[in-house]
């Protein structure tokens, strides 16, 4: 995101509930759809077929949906120090929206996600279990006193089983009973999660060292997070090779040579214009993937980037994503 000066929206959408939609910061949904929609073509089994969602699937990935909007919002009270020195996110950490809408939406959420598991009818002890684990690595993520995403490694790792592994196993029993084919599988994905990660925290390493958080960015410094970024990148060609994930495999190649030539400008140069673009690749390149199995997924893409664009050139006047 392009930073934005401090201060009120340059103009203001037609309505507040534009507000509470950007407060669930749907852009960061596309890899939770991702991991949904390939979780559960691979526990179907295989990729030679177009796919159709089951409504199973569909009732759990919405509630878990709803349930992670719920974890975001969390994330941004926690996070208002460093979202106001990063010059990101804006709608808490400037004051632009009530505290009494965000506990309202907050407690929305998920009683939606409780609810459509129960009206869905795929209310089950796996569904439950990989919830509340979500539920728990969003908390602790986010809120003292735990406070992951301050802590080197533990944020690393608390993305790449979140996503990675808990997003993956959530679409996989939507189709058939957990099993330990779904842990294993599930190794590509956290370690690109984890690359993926590993980039993200380097252009807010200075706004969250100033705000006392010590990330993996912080602790390791832009260049050797960088390659540490690429080792995890690397690490998920391997694995995608030996497990033959044949739809993760072509998304992660793809993706190497640009990390590795971001990482080297990074430790020659200190920085790279081209991170945010090199960041997106991996989650890009992974949900093209998934729309290769079911085509209408592009259009989802599509409203939810196109909407994020509107809203926040209208709203602040900046680019995203």
Same mark, same amino acid.
């Given at each position: !995101? ?11 959408? @037609? ?52 349930? !992670?909007?719920?974890? /975001? ?54 569904? !439950? ?11 602790? /993520? ?68 100033? @705000? ?28 995608? !090779? ?68 509107? /809203? ?10």
């Amino acid at each position: !995101m392009t930073p934005a000066p401090r201060g009120p929206r340059r103009l203001r959408p @037609a309505r507040w509930w534009w507000d509470a939609i950007a407060l669930t910061r749907p852009t960061l949904l596309i890899p939770l759809w991702t991991m949904h929609i390939l979780g559960a073509v691979q526990a179907g089994g295989g990729f030679d077929r177009a796919w159709i969602p089951p409504s199973r699937f569909v009732a759990i990935s919405l509630a878990h949906t709803l349930l !992670m909007a719920a974890a /975001y919002i969390v994330n941004q009270l926690s996070d208002i120090d460093t979202d106001a020195s990063n010059a990101k996110l804006f709608l808490i950490a400037d004051g632009l929206v009530s505290r009494r809408m965000v506990a309202l939406e907050l407690a929305a959420l998920t009683a939606a996600s409780v609810a459509v598991l129960v009206v869905g009818r795929v209310v089950s002890v796996p569904v !439950m279990a990989l919830f509340a684990v979500s539920a728990a690595l969003g908390v602790a /993520y986010s809120a003292p006193p735990a406070r992951l995403k301050a802590r080197p490694v533990l944020d690393v790792l608390a993305n790449a089983v979140g996503y990675g592994c808990v997003a993956l196993a959530v679409g996989w029993v939507s189709v058939r009973p957990l099993t330990g084919a779904a842990v294993t599988l599930s190794a590509t994905y956290a370690l690109c999660v984890a690359a993926t990660f590993m980039f993200t925290t380097i252009p807010d390493i200075q706004g969250d060292a100033a @705000a006392g958080a010590r990330t993996s960015g912080v602790a390791l410094g832009a260049g050797a997070a960088a390659w540490c970024g690429v080792l995890l990148l690397t690490a998920a060609l391997a694995a995608a !090779m030996i497990q033959r994930q044949w739809l993760a495999l072509p998304a992660v190649a793809l993706a190497l040579p640009l990390y590795v030539r971001s990482a080297a400008r990074i430790r020659r140069a200190g920085r790279d214009v081209a991170l945010t673009r090199v960041t997106q690749l991996v989650i890009l390149a992974l949900s093209v993937a998934a729309a290769v199995v079911w085509p209408w997924y592009v259009v989802l893409l599509a409203v939810v980037i196109g909407w994020a664009r509107w /809203y926040y050139r209208v709203s602040f006047g900046v680019r995203y994503p």
